[in-house]
């Protein structure tokens, strides 16, 4: 007779391993002792066999390795400080065009200025900029027009960490008064904007959305601050980020989607796309390492741009992810990323990450002469948001352009790959998970950051590696696939291609394409090849032009 509580053998051999793992563990926290059973067990995760006697051979180096750990954790290492090994996204054979041209964005000789502040408040800014150089508005005006939005809505929000009030006031007037002096710094000329609170500026917080660190002041200012701030541009705010960039879940609270406040924002640019959507600023800076930018600006129905990797620089960003992370800007429009790309853009010497190539985007270039492929296969079917992702195709092709269908296969799992992220968070926060920190976080789940950088713990480096070289392979074979095209259309969240793209480093633009059956913002994403992202703002700017998704505004803020 079969007992229901017989174990497998399977099982029983899971449970072995998993009890010589905890014996083995034991006598090595109580003794130091590393044991043939510590051995067996630890080699069980990592899904490895060894003899006796090599288990036996292996004590001593395990030891010696052990030491060095001790050794090497006697150092505290800064999350500033960026591996030795520097990832490099570029192809074999490949390199990005390095002759910039002048920019031409095209912008309108004349915006007529709204009566009501609401409507100035959702105003792009290609158009806020020419009101700005015309002297329409004042930047002392709008920036105090965004400053009493934030004040009006942060809270119900969650979206803000840091109103910098008193020095935004302080540069706007500056910035009025260069223009009065006939000194005009370009389209960023007085334009408030906001960050995600990831970004150090020096004299205020920088958070990281999380608990331990809620106090915490950098002495520096990030180089991508430092840029805007040069072009004309007004910090008005510090916005929210789901703790250590993932999710909408900070230590204040969950950053609400203005369209829905029973929704979180989702993230981990929540506050900065939060934040676009309500119209409390133009523009915010987010990052992205595996959907950061993409994924709250469809939750919150605004247009963000996710830079190649090594396009911008990272200085003085919180990392996660050296070999992934990327910053860039979450805005109303294409246009208005472009612009703001163009000014964040370039190599710099301290981020050793950093690729020199061209930003070319010219209002005179022939959109039209865009090759244009799509995953095909991602746009079957007739599940939700499917008929929007289709509009998007059908209003390109009214627009004149062949679609040219493309499969997205690769010869490697992207999902394995996704290890390197786990490791590289695990020793950015290296110190979070042995002092015991991580218990303060406040998303304690089995998928939170507090669980991943403990299991993390157990991925051997030979298969980090191991990892680093398939990703090597996808690069190539992701190379292979869009050297044909200048933009690929994809529905966000299609297939694998956000997780392939954000390994290989392609630059995406995710745009507003309607809305789906719970009145929910959707989006579709525009891939280009690598420094390409021209033609992403050129195709961009074309679908918008030619639709309205962009212009909705959530009710509640619409006032």
Known sequence: MELKNTVSSQSFILIGAAACLLLGFTIGKNSGEITPNSIEGASEIFGLSFSPAEKDSMIGSLENQRSRYESLREVSIDNSVAPSLVFNPLPAG??????????????????????????????????LSVLIKSRKISSERLTTIYLDRIKTYSDTLQCLI????????????????????????????????GIKD???????????????????????????????????????GKFTLGALAMGD??????????????????????????AVSAGLVPFAIGTETLGSIVSPSTRNG???????????????????????????????????????????????????STIKSSFNYSSK??????????????????????QNNNDVLELLRNQGFELHPVELKTSVNPRAIQIMLSVEGAAAFDELTRLGWDDQLVAQHKNAWPNTFRAARFIPAVEYVQAARQRTILIQEMHEIMKDYDVIVT??????????????????????????????????????????????????????????WQAKRPPMFDK
């Not at 879940?249 to 939060?274: D, F, H, I, M, R």
């Not at 990327?326 to 703001?340: E, F, H, M, Q, Y």
Request: net charge negative; proline share 6%; with cysteine.
């Open 302 to 352: 605004v247009t963000g741009l996710r830079p190649t990797y090594g396009r911008v620089s990272k200085n003085g960003a919180m990392a996660l992810s050296w070999s992934m992370d990327k910053i860039g800007p979450i805005s109303r429009s294409a246009l208005d990323d472009g612009i703001v790309l163009s000014v964040i853009n370039g190599e710099d010497p301290m981020d050793a």
């Open 162 to 193: 840091s109103l910098l009030e008193d020095s935004a006031l302080e540069k706007a007037r500056a910035m009025d008064a260069e223009l009065a002096a006939g000194n005009y710094r370009g389209p960023l000329h007085g334009i408030p904007y």
């Open 491 to 548: 529905p966000s969240f299609g297939g694998q291609q956000l997780q392939i793209t954000n390994l290989t480093g392609h630059p995406a633009l995710c745009l507003p394409n309607g809305f789906n059956e719970q009145g929910s913002p959707t989006s579709i994403t525009l891939l280009a090849n690598l420094f390409e992202e021209e033609k992403l703002v050129m195709l961009g700017h074309l679908i918008q032009s030619a639709s309205d």
């Open 94 to 127: 490949f390199q990005p065009d390095q002759n910039q041209q002048p920019l031409n964005w095209g912008l309108p000789t004349e915006v007529d200025l709204p009566e009501k502040e609401s409507d100035i408040a959702y105003l792009p800014v290609h158009e």
């Open 198 to 236: 990831l970004l150090a500026v020096e004299g205020t917080k920088t958070t990281w959305g999380a608990m331990p660190f809620k106090d915490q002041e950098i002495d520096m200012t990030a180089t991508v601050v430092n840029k805007l701030n040069d072009a004309g541009g007004v910090l008005v």
């Open 249 to 274: 879940v900070w230590y204040g609270g969950v950053t609400k989607n203005p369209w829905n406040l029973t929704q979180g924002s989702s993230g981990s640019s929540a506050g900065s796309a939060s």
């Open 365 to 386: 270039t022939d959109v039209k002469k865009l090759k244009v492929g799509y995953f095909n296969s991602f746009f079957e079917g007739d599940g939700s948001g499917s």
